[in-house]
Nanobody, 125 residues
Framework: EVQLVESGGGLVQPGGSLRLSCAASGFTFSSYAMSWVRRAPGKDLEWVSSISTRSLITTYADSVKGRFTISRDNAKNTLWLQMNSLKPEDTAVYYC??????????????????WGQGTQVTVSS
């Protein structure tokens, strides 16, 4: 059974930083691209960032480019999202998501299937 467990969210002031983690199990983590997506209050799910199986390719939404960094450790089955210079508009529930097919990379929501329960990030003074 695929399991994705996010952690690391919380309340942070504008300009602050957070590091989200995602612990993966139930599938061959190293064979799948992974992504982070988010849902802000009252808005649709939004793709944030993707990373290829061996971290050779990373892609970011324009809204987070230059501020967020996605990374992974295949030996630890773990995905991270380092978020710097946070803004109030980054407030959302953040989810990690597993690629829909092995060794296929994409940066659209439909390229990813399973995701976890999410972790809340609130940026407010």
């Amino acid at each position: 059974e695929v399991q994705l467990v996010e952690s690391g969210g919380g309340l942070v002031q504008p300009g602050g930083s957070l590091r989200l983690s995602c612990a993966a199990s139930g599938f061959t983590f190293s064979s799948y691209a992974m992504s982070w997506v988010r849902r802000a209050p009252g808005k649709d799910l939004e793709w944030v960032s993707s990373i290829s199986t061996r971290s050779l390719i990373t892609t970011y939404a324009d809204s987070v480019k230059g501020r967020f960094t996605i990374s992974r450790d295949n030996a630890k089955n773990t995905l991270w999202l380092q978020m710097n210079s946070l803004k109030p508009e980054d407030t959302a529930v953040y989810y990690c998501a597993k690629g829909r097919a092995p060794f296929k990379y994409g940066y659209n929501l439909q390229d990813y299937d399973y995701w976890g329960q999410g972790t809340q990030v609130t940026v407010s003074s």
